[in-house]
């Protein structure tokens, strides 16, 4: 007695479908994900207990420890962060500005950068600092 035999069904597995999806989720997660840079620039931030978490800023003025004043990375003097905050101010009323400030800058470049901000009317300024423990 003789038996038919069935035919064989290839269980290969083909993963080069899969290996275009990975590619392709790959490729949509790195354009759609939002980068959130921190600024490079080291300072020693001041801490404080009562800080908040505040909402991202539109510019960031960063004052180094030796006076040097940078915005958007690169450095300015005051008179030139007075007309580049002038034309921010122009094109967006109501700009929110974020000072990074290193703890051993000498009180009065902390405060001209305070005042420069107030006679411009740039009344949305925030001081970043460390939260202490």
């Keep these: 007695m003789q038996f038919k035999r069935r035919a064989r069904v290839s269980t290969t597995l083909s993963i080069t479908p899969l290996?275009?999806?990975?590619?392709l989720l790959l490729v949509f997660f790195m354009l759609?994900?939002?980068?959130?840079?921190?600024?490079?620039i080291e300072l020693a931030l001041p801490s404080a207990t009562s800080s908040n978490v505040s909402n991202v800023s539109d510019k960031i003025i960063n004052i180094k420890k030796s006076g040097i004043i940078v915005?958007?990375?690169?450095?300015?003097d005051i008179s030139k962060l007075k007309s580049k905050l002038l034309m921010l101010k122009e094109e967006n009323s109501s700009p929110s500005v974020t000072i990074r400030a290193d703890s051993d800058i000498p009180l009065s470049g902390f405060v001209e950068i305070l005042d420069l901000l107030k006679s411009i009317d740039i009344k949305d300024t925030s001081i970043a600092v460390?939260?202490?423990?």
């Design 32 to 40: 759609t994900s939002t980068m959130n840079h921190e600024e490079a």
């Design 19 to 23: 290996i275009d999806v990975v590619f």
């Design 71 to 76: 915005y958007e990375n690169k450095v300015v």
């Design 130 to 133: 460390e939260k202490k423990a």
